[in-house]
């Protein structure tokens, strides 16, 4: 059986949940916390994060690789372009998310929303502050200019990794209680609406919710 290791939560846990999702693929889900692993977890994945992957194949760590090796093993329903140049650009968009856009949504998702929930912590809200005013707004400037002039999509008119792997950070982000100002980033604005009314990321939503219950 397919499986996923990590807390859904997670962006790079729910990135390769929603690909698998996207692809059809069935799959279990261990919710692993990274921060009290299961004795033995370095054998799938040996840096202890998440998300960690196993089939009847092999065992892999990291959501870029881990979606890319499904993307090769299951292209029916794709979500890389076979172009080369739209593949690279791609790629670029996914590689921004996993690197760029986590440095700045993460921070604000662990104090908001972690550090009170799983550490009984208070948040930092002028670490907050400042990641908002100072390192967000770069952030948001970069993919509302990706995004001019596009109808849907970070690139082309399906959805690709792109997508999926932006959206990730983004739905963490509106959990950190931060909105996208439509005043500001139209284009990502309207964009994130469209992604998060997808029936694929409403049902992940949906299903996180009963994390914010109390
Ligand atoms: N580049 C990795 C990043 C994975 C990652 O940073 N996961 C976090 C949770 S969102 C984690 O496991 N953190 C625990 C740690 O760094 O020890 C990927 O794309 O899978």
Redesign the pocket.
Known sequence: MTTVY?VQI????R?VLLVLKAKGIPYTNPPVN??DPPKGFDRVSP?????AFEDDKLTL????V?CEYLEQRYPQISLYPTDLVDRAKVKWLEKYA?TEV?AVL?PIFFERVLKPSMLQQTPDEERVNSLITQSLPGILNYLDQQLRGKKTFLHGNVLTIADIATTTHFINLSYSKVDVDATKWPNLAAYLKQMTDLPLFKGFIESDQPLFAE
């Open positions: 990590g997670s962006p790079f846990v990135k990274p921060m840096l202890g994060k998440i998300p760590a990291d959501s870029a881990i996993d986590i993460g």
